[in-house]
């Protein structure tokens, strides 16, 4: 008799997590530089491996082979110290970092650099969504093209594309930076509370409370630093936008007393 | 979540199937509910049909076995009956079944014609078109179904996080886009004119097999197909019609499209060769399937992108 059933599923629902992960101490170390094949590895034995360097041994530059575009691959670093991926990035790449140097030779995934406090991401191809994410402080700097959201809540720092942006950049910003060399995409600095958004290219459609901004000076000593800094030439011509401080948020009274207004 | 991949190959067939599973597989943890696939082998004169009388956790009774072989000769008897000369009927697991037909008339009449017997649904109709899907991960649906020796042009598949709908067959991806020959769709998103769109599909005479929104985009596509769009115009007209957020692949016989909505909210990302264009949600997947350093991109909001063989 067939028992009264149908076909029954498991999986595992804690996908890639690897709790009981080793170290996997696979870096070759030279003169106080290591390198490591992160191809053959899980996203956290790369991680657990950076950490060993890092925190460890001791180690300041790190080269990682092969990154094979995993997702969050060193996050959470909050040392200073300089880590060079020779490839491209998954999502979520070098998060929650409080003073590395990253170099990215390859492209990046989705939400790279995300909640960044200091330190430096340059990344020599394109970048996906939600670049620089909610950073606090530090420069990004993306060679190619970024995409849709790039520095959605960002709160402080420097965010450089030298191609175009997608779609909501800037979007409810409110502190630091955006830079971009290219295009932007309808709906710029959408509903920012402060900070500054530079253009070179067409704008598609400015966001709602984002408007035109007075040049000075200190604006163009920003962008000349910045541009030397990290050897990108002279910067182009750009326009300048702001918050126009109009939407609800920037009215005087505080929630408890605006319910008492009669009007 | 979800997770979507696409791979079509310019010129030569390619073992599509062993790519689609290696490609999905990769992102098993966007989905780990169903996972689905629509294959196109070398076109036929045949029209080759994917259907099932049940679905893969219905409760087995005790009589299970023998009703579902009674509603499979009942198919079988129907296809004869609508005027289909039936080549072969093969069956993958209990419930699901490939059968080959001779067939010259109107697909609509016999997928409904079919349907009507009980239990039976029809995943997909077409002179090249496959659609496989089933509960569990790539592999598990790869190997219950024998998808590896799969030779073809292109493919699309999905890994499926079950939200609004059940965690069954009829609500697994791809879905095919009744009763248009050839023509398949994965989605990665939320529709959330859903009901207005299922309402007036079906006052023209669409069938929905599931609550899933995703099914919409397959009816509406073949609606504006069958009204003579072409797959890129249809696709670039349903940024106007669909509201909500997706990311989504049609294919056809000779077809691989992909649409964004306005707002870029679920990802892409695209590799493009001399050789083949490949697409998923996350690059891992692509990798799954080229084992060299590969330069990617995220297209951008509103795109819709069609690549021809």
């Not at chain 2, 049940?54 to 409760?59: F, K």
Request: glycine fraction near 12%.
């Amino acid at each position: 008799m067939e028992p009264v059933t149908g076909r029954r599923i498991t999986y595992d629902a804690r996908g890639l997590a690897e709790p009981d992960a080793d170290v996997p101490h696979v870096s070759e170390i030279q003169n106080g530089k290591a390198v490591f094949d992160a191809g053959p590895l899980s996203i956290r034995q790369i991680n657990l491996e950076l950490r060993d360097l890092i925190y460890e041994q001791g180690i300041r530059d790190v080269t990682v082979q092969n990154p094979g575009a995993k997702h969050s691959l060193g996050v959470g670093i909050l040392q200073r110290c300089r880590i060079t991926f020779e490839g491209s990035l998954g999502y979520f790449g070098v998060g929650l970092i409080d003073g590395p140097e990253v170099q990215i030779n390859g492209r990046v995934g989705w939400s790279v650099a995300e909640n960044m406090m200091s330190g430096v991401v340059v990344i020599e191809k394109v970048a996906g969504s939600l670049a620089g994410a909610a950073i606090r402080g530090g420069d990004l700097v993306v060679k190619g093209n970024v995409g849709a959201r790039t520095g959605i809540d960002q709160k402080g720092g420097t965010i450089i594309a030298l191609g175009d942006a997608g779609s909501m950049t800037g979007f409810m910003m409110q502190r630091g930076r955006i830079v971009i060399c290219g295009d932007a995409g309808p709906g710029l600095g959408d509903s920012m509370y402060d900070g500054t958004i530079y253009v070179a290219g067409t704008v598609k459609a400015l966001g709602i409370d984002c408007i035109p901004g007075g040049w000075t000076d200190a604006d163009t000593e920003l962008l000349e630093r910045k541009f030397r800094i990290y050897g990108l030439g002279t910067p182009p011509a750009f326009q300048k936008f702001v918050c126009g401080k109009v939407l609800y948020n920037y009215d005087n009274l505080e929630p408890s007393e605006r319910k008492l207004v009669i009007h | 979540m979800c997770g979507i991949a696409g791979i079509i190959h310019r010129d030569a067939d390619a073992d599509v199937g062993s790519e689609m599973t290696r490609m999905l597989q990769s992102m098993k943890h966007r989905g780990p509910d169903s996972s689905g696939y629509a294959l196109f082998g070398p076109p036929t004169d045949l029209v080759v049909m994917r259907f099932k009388l049940a679905d893969a956790n219905d409760p087995r009774d005790f009589d299970f076995k023998e009703r579902l072989e009674r509603h499979r000769q009942e198919v079988e008897s129907r296809l004869s009956k609508i005027g289909a000369s039936v080549d072969r009927v093969e069956s993958e697991t209990e419930y699901a079944y490939r059968a080959t037909v001779r067939y010259e008339g109107d697909l609509k009449a016999l997928a409904d014609y079919v349907e009507d017997v009980p239990g039976c649904e029809v995943l997909s109709l077409g002179h090249s078109l496959e659609i496989v899907k089933d509960l569990g991960d790539a592999q598990e649906v790869s190997d219950l179904y024998g998808l590896d020796g799969f030779r073809g042009t292109h493919a699309i598949g999905h890994v499926r996080m079950a939200t609004e709908s059940d965690v069954d067959i009829s609500g697994a991806h791809p879905y095919w886009a009744y009763p248009f020959s050839d023509v398949a769709v994965v989605h990665n998103g939320q529709l959330t004119n859903y009901f207005q769109w299922k309402r007036r599909l079906e006052r023209s005479g669409h069938r929905f097999q599931s609550e899933c929104d995703s099914e919409i985009i397959a009816v509406y596509l073949a609606e504006k197909m069958a009204e003579g769009s072409g797959l890129k115009d249809a696709m670039q007209q349903s940024l106007e019609d669909l509201d909500g957020v997706f990311t989504y692949m049609a294919v056809t016989e000779d077809s691989l499209g992909v649409a964004k909505d306005e707002m870029a909210a679920k990802p892409l990302v695209l590799y493009e060769s001399d050789e083949l264009v490949a697409m998923a949600s996350e690059e891992i997947a692509i990798r799954a399937v080229l084992d060299h350093e590969i330069d990617t991109y995220d297209p951008y909001e509103r795109q819709v992108l069609v690549w021809s063989r």
